[in-house]
């Protein structure tokens, strides 16, 4: 499983780049959508920081899990921004 740890962020993004990121973002706020795409954490981390997570996807009708995080684009956000 890949490894990742929660202090360098690079080791995050070879993962789950920010390409792919910005993509599931996209594709999840798009109607009608049937399937979620994401991350799913499949351990605590370690002492060092170290865990295991990897790219997923759910199903909307699934129940929500904590080990499940989905992006979202957050348009009226990015709008105000400069206020």
Do not use: C, K, W
Not at 1 to 29: H, K, V
């Amino acid at each position: 499983m890949p490894r990742a740890n929660i202090l360098p962020r690079s080791t995050l993004e070879e993962i789950y780049p920010p390409d792919a990121f910005a993509s599931d973002a996209t594709q999840n706020g798009r109607v009608p959508n049937d399937v979620l795409s994401g991350v799913r954490i499949l351990s605590a981390p370690s002492p060092a920081g170290d865990f295991e997570f990897e790219r997923a996807t759910r199903q909307i009708g699934e129940p929500v899990s904590a080990t499940f995080i989905a992006p979202y684009r957050h348009e009226d956000r990015l709008s105000d921004a400069g206020t």
